[in-house]
């Protein structure tokens, strides 16, 4: 199975800061990479596919790179809705494997 | 616009079983595998499976082979989640979700299930 490790595990950040957010795959995934983001009680909504592309509707202060084994995800500008927790997913192959969550918090 | 209802809460004894439904619309079915993830409270999202609604081909993470079973009403539109074998362990939201295209994200995703094992 491919390992996804996230880091770091949770973050304290203000609103119009600038957030990074790793993933590092234990195997190549070319650019099979996703990100989503959740809110206490909700489902997960996706926000980035293929490493760096929007997924309709979301804001263009996030946004994706990487391939490979390592990706990141930055939220420039941060904004009080993007408080939430954020996972990173493979889609390269199965099982499909998610990183273990990044909690972005106030500070 | 796409949207996956799943059913209700479920509150089962360890030992039982649970299906857990979702049912899609705004979209062809057939054309779009569905997965399973669930969430423990606290914890993070874990991969149950997928289903091919075009001949209900199915992967399932070996975790939990031989315990799921996951199937498609076409009639319907519906995916079934079926787990068998519970115990206090499985208790989690489980979420059904779409595969997108090309890239295998999951772009729509259900409101979550909520099935809690106890005695």
């Known amino acids: 199975d491919i390992q996804m490790t996230q880091s770091p595990s949770s973050l304290s950040a203000s609103v119009g800061d600038t957030v990074t957010i790793t993933c590092r795959s234990s195997q190549r995934i070319d650019i099979y990479l996703n990100w989503y983001q959740q809110k206490p009680g909700k489902a997960p909504k996706a926000l980035i596919y293929a490493a760096s592309n929007l997924q309709s509707g979301v804001p263009s202060r996030f946004s994706g790179s990487g391939s490979g084994t390592d990706f990141t995800l930055t939220i420039t500008s941060l904004q009080p809705d993007d408080f939430a927790t954020y996972y990173c997913?493979?889609?390269?192959?199965?099982?499909?494997?998610f990183g273990q969550g990044t909690r972005v918090e106030v500070k | 616009q796409v949207q996956l209802v799943q059913s209700g809460a479920e509150v089962k004894k360890p030992g039982a079983s649970v299906k857990v439904s979702c049912k899609a619309s705004g979209y062809t079915f057939k054309n779009y595998y569905m997965h399973w993830v669930r969430q423990a409270p606290g914890q993070g999202l874990e991969f149950l499976g997928m289903?091919?609604?075009?001949?209900?081909?199915?992967n399932y993470a070996q975790k939990f082979e031989g315990r799921v079973t996951m199937t498609r009403d076409m009639s319907t539109d519906t995916v079934y989640m079926d787990l068998a074998s519970l115990t206090s362990e499985d208790t989690a939201v489980y979420y059904c979700?779409?595969?997108?295209?090309?890239?295998?994200?999951?772009?729509?995703w259900g409101q979550g299930t909520l099935v809690t094992v106890t005695s």
């Open positions: 997913h493979q889609s390269y192959s199965n099982p499909r494997t």
């Open positions: 289903i091919n609604p075009i001949g209900s081909n199915t």
């Open positions: 979700a779409r595969e997108g295209h090309d890239w295998q994200q999951l772009d729509f």
